[in-house]
C-alpha cells in the first residue's frame, strides 16, 4: 500500500470512529431525557391519583349554583320548559380510559331529541278554519 492510500484509510476510520462516538453520545443523551420524563409523568401521576381520591371523597350534595346551572344546560338542550325528576352523580365514569370515554361521547351524541312541532292555533269560531261562513 502506498503512503497516501494509508493516510486515507487512517483519515476515514477516524472519521467513523468520531461519528459514531457523536452518534452513541446523542442516543445517550436522549435515553437520559426518557428517564427524566417518566419520573416527572410518575410524579404527576401520583399527584393526579391523590386529587382524584380527594375528589370522591368530598361530600356528593349539590349546591343550588349546579343545580341552576344543570337545569339551564338541560333547557339549552331541550329547547323549552322540562322537569329534572332526578339528579344521579355517576362514580368511576372515567375508569375505562379515552377509549371507553369517546364511545360515551358518542353514543350520547347520536341520540336526536325529538321536540315537539308548535301546536297551530284554532280558529275560534271560524268553522273548519276558514273564514266565516264559509266551509272547505
Known amino acids: 500500500m502506498s503512503e497516501g492510500m494509508l493516510d486515507n ?6 472519521l ?3 461519528g459514531m462516538a457523536i452518534v452513541f453520545a446523542v442516543l445517550a443523551l436522549l435515553t437520559g431525557i426518557i428517564a427524566a420524563v417518566r419520573r416527572l409523568d410518575a410524579r404527576w401521576q401520583e399527584r393526579e ?8 371523597a368530598r361530600d356528593a350534595g349539590l349546591d343550588n349554583i349546579t343545580l ?3 337545569a339551564a344546560a338541560a ?6 320548559r322540562h322537569h ?3 339528579i344521579t352523580r355517576l362514580r368511576g ?3 375505562g ?3 371507553a370515554q369517546q364511545g360515551r361521547i358518542v353514543l350520547q351524541g347520536s341520540h336526536a331529541i325529538a321536540r315537539r312541532p308548535p301546536r297551530p292555533e284554532r280558529a275560534r269560531g271560524r268553522g273548519f278554519g276558514g273564514r266565516r261562513g264559509e266551509r272547505k
Open 16 to 18: 467513523s470512529a468520531v
Open 93 to 95: 365514569a372515567y375508569d
Open 9 to 14: 484509510l487512517v483519515e476515514g476510520l477516524l
Open 97 to 99: 380510559g379515552a377509549w
Open 49 to 56: 391519583r391523590g386529587a382524584a381520591a380527594g375528589a370522591l
Open 75 to 80: 333547557a339549552t338542550v331541550i329547547g323549552g
Open 68 to 70: 341552576l346551572l344543570i
Open 84 to 86: 329534572i325528576r332526578r
